[in-house]
């Protein structure tokens, strides 16, 4: 919706309905719309009857109940409004589609009966195995205008919620149009908030005896309820429906694998970047050595080989040398999370005429489609026949259909085969599992919720459409199903994926919220410390870290991130006790030497500091350490030595920063050991360096230069003319 649906409904919602009905009708009478003033109309008699009821003292029982009702009318009248408002001139796809079915005057009743002859015949083709461009067009067509008059109808009518229904729950009704009707209401709904066809979402997904209709209506009630919120239930038979939902636990459970599926899916450009960046780099590196390896293994059944492999001491050795154990263990791990390591992979391929049709985003994988060409036959097979394990999501199944179809016959075929095998062993190590009701609801909810995320991110035209995966959608914002479905166990799940994923505010109300529930508030003390960390609240991280060190003092990384801390903080003392605790256990760990360095460093333990300096020096020299020791020996009063190391620095080609010449100033004009024209020589380099930062670079190390002598105004004087 837009802002000013944005306006009306924040209004209904802070309880100016009556204020809210005069807007719309005037907003209506400049449009002409006479059936959306005459609904208006019912509102504003049903309300005047309930004001005479509260007037006269009349009993009025049902008075909130119908309150409500007539607040989620007027919420549908904007939706309607907004829809005639915008119909003759904007050139969004949603209108220009509305335009054309207005203009063809066709019914949902004359779609579907005509729909329902070419299904008829398309069935009977699928069963001879022999494709009919002819009917399979037809077909297309068909489902596409019935996805089309679902997405930009308006209110459907209790004849049309029986009829879309049923068809959803007749086993004699192929699984497309099934799709294409939950499709067209899903993104209906995301356009504009339409009491009838949300009512009609919940029924299919209540009546529906098929684990995948049940996945595809959840997710997209999902969506709906994240979007509008409270709106949603201002209807008291939704609010009523939603209610009993608490007692079903096979629906709390399914809401919680959506919940999961959709959250996963919030982090799929990070997974991808990581996937194409860190990962598949190493797997190129090394394929020509696996590729030499694999050759040498006398095996070539798939379980004698995966046992070759296990039992060979030069492959294990070649896996942990190279690192590809650990990225195998990290790809096993993002795929057993849910995580869409496919996206990437994929994207580039949506450029196929298909994807320029928005239904055919939705659509379940057939291998009848016009599509697709007779030299693809065998890849199509084998795609098809792993259509109920999800592994690889329908709208990338008909990206690698149209791709195979470019390709030279030859390496198509051979391509072709090696998929089929693929994807037959892998429906076949699936396929016990998907026997289970939830496994199989869990791999359509997946598989959907990867196709919508294409959708929304992908399509040409997707900036016209509301992203329902532009932030997190939160489990416990849902109305009425929200607080059933959100128990400790689910809050400790979501907020591990949260802080996981960088979603640090997000996590910590539910973090707080387990603390009592915990067997070890130690890690959820840590956890909740990180979060405070990472979004720079430093006083509570520290109070939190100090709460999880009264659990478990001995941990490393508490002591560490006691110490980064209180750095930040200017508690220097206590940083660079806290990096000494944790140098006893780790002596050589160069980060810690380090910050233990320059905590120190702050303090003015000049020698302790150099200590540290000097052993980094010696571990592993580097600009930093050389850098540090050039301070150090000017703060313990050996400027000369100082000024060599500074020196050494300033010789550098790289690494020789805006710092580093205004220290060598500070060191020159201090001690007196060079004439005073060279400080100002540093000086003015480190201007030209440090740009608009070089005062507060220049006098952030003033309370030292006093306390050995420096006068402030010659020291002001320098600064300001080196800039010059």
């Known amino acids: 919706m837009n802002n000013k649906s944005d306006t009306i409904i924040d209004m209904i919602d802070n309880g100016y309905v009556v204020d809210s009905l005069q807007i719309l009708e005037k907003e209506i009478e400049k449009i002409g719309d006479f059936s959306l003033l005459s609904r208006l109309q019912n509102i504003k008699t049903m309300l005047g ?50 335009r054309m079915m207005d203009y063809s005057k066709v019914t949902l009743e004359n779609i579907i009966d005509k729909y329902r002859k070419t299904g008829s015949l398309y069935s009977i083709m699928a069963e001879s195995e022999t494709a009919d461009s ?18 930009t109808s308006r209110q459907l009518n209790d004849s049309q919620i029986n009829l879309l229904v049923k068809m959803t729950n007749d086993s004699e009704e192929d699984f497309g149009v099934k799709c294409m009707i939950i499709a067209g209401l899903m993104l209906s709904l995301l356009h504009g908030f339409n009491t009838s066809k949300f009512k009609t979402l919940l029924k299919i997904y209540d009546s529906t005896e098929d684990e995948r209709i049940a996945a595809r209506s959840m997710v997209s009630i999902v969506f709906v309820l994240a979007k509008y919120g409270d709106v949603t239930v201002w209807n008291p038979t939704i609010y009523d429906q939603l209610e009993m939902w608490g007692d079903s636990i096979l629906t709390y459970s399914r809401m919680r694998d959506v919940c999961m599926s959709i959250m996963t899916s919030f982090d799929t450009k990070r997974v991808n970047r990581d996937f194409m960046e860190r990962l598949m780099p190493d797997m190129k590196k090394f394929s020509p050595q696996l590729k030499k390896m694999m050759e040498d293994l006398p095996a070539t059944d798939p379980e004698d080989l995966a046992e070759s492999i296990e039992s060979n001491p030069q492959w294990e050795k070649f896996m942990k040398e190279s690192g590809l154990e650990d990225k195998m263990r990290e790809m096993s791990e993002m795929v057993s999370q849910g995580s869409d390591i496919m996206y990437s992979s994929f994207k580039t391929s949506k450029s196929f005429p298909f994807f320029r049709e928005v239904n055919n985003w939705f659509m379940p994988f057939e291998k009848y489609h016009t599509g697709f060409s007779a030299a693809s036959a065998n890849m199509i097979d084998g795609l098809s026949m792993s259509d109920n394990t999800k592994t690889i999501c329908d709208s990338d199944k008909y990206s690698i ?61 997707s900036a016209e459409f509301y992203n329902p995966f532009e932030k997190p959608i939160m489990p416990n914002k849902l109305p009425v199903i929200g607080e059933s479905l959100f128990d400790d166990d689910f809050k400790r799940v979501l907020s591990e994926f949260l802080v996981r994923n960088g979603y640090y505010g997000l996590a910590l109300p539910y973090l707080e919220s387990i603390l009592d529930a915990e067997n070890d508030p130690a890690a959820t003390y840590q956890k909740i410390g990180y ?41 220097f003392s206590e940083a660079a006790e806290s990096f000494e605790k944790a140098l006893k256990s780790d002596p050589d760990n160069l980060p810690l030497i380090r910050k233990a360095a320059e905590a120190n460093l702050a303090i003015g333990k000049a020698d ?24 150090g020996e000017f703060l313990r009063g050996n400027s000369e030595k100082s000024l060599k190391y500074f020196e050494k620095i300033l010789g550098q080609s790289e690494n020789v920063g805006a710092i580093d010449y205004i220290r060598a100033g500070h060191v020159i004009l201090a001690s007196g050991i060079r004439p005073e024209n060279e400080a100002f020589a540093m000086y003015r380099e480190g201007a030209c360096k440090g740009g608009k930062d070089f005062r507060k670079l220049a006098c952030a190390d003033w309370k030292i230069l006093e306390d050995m002598g420096v006068d402030r105004d010659n020291f002001n004087f320098m600064i300001d003319t080196a800039k010059l």
Not at 134 to 151: G, N
Not at 617 to 627: C, F, G, I, K, M
């Open 401 to 461: 259909g149209f791709t195979f179809d470019k390709l030279p016959a030859a390496v198509s075929n051979q391509m072709s085969s090696q998929m089929s095998e693929f994807m037959k062993q892998n429906n076949s190590d699936l396929s016990e599992k998907l026997n289970v009701v939830d496994a199989r609801f869990s791999a359509e909810c997946r598989g959907f919720v990867k196709d919508c995320y294409r959708f929304f991110t992908l399509f040409s035209r």
């Open 134 to 151: 002819a009917i399979m067009t037809e077909r297309e067509k068909s489902l596409k205008e019935i996805f089309e008059w679902i997405w």
């Open 531 to 571: 979060c405070h960390h990472k979004l720079n609240h430093y006083i509570e991280a520290l109070s939190n870290y100090r709460k999880a060190e009264l659990f478990d003092a001995d941990s490393q990384w508490l002591k560490t991130v006691i110490g980064e801390v209180c750095y930040r903080l200017g508690y």
């Open 608 to 631: 302790a500091a150099l200590a540290y300096f000097y052993k980094l020096e010696y571990l592993h020299p580097d600009a930093d350490s050389v850098r540090g020791i050039a301070w």
């Open 49 to 98: 009857f309930m004001m005479k009821y509260l007037q006269d003292g009349t009993p009025d029982p049902g008075r909130v109940r119908m309150y409500r009702e007539l607040k989620s009318n007027l919420v549908d009248i904007e939706t309607d409004y907004l829809r005639s408002r915008d119909m003759k001139e904007s050139p969004a796809l949603y209108f220009s589609t509305a």
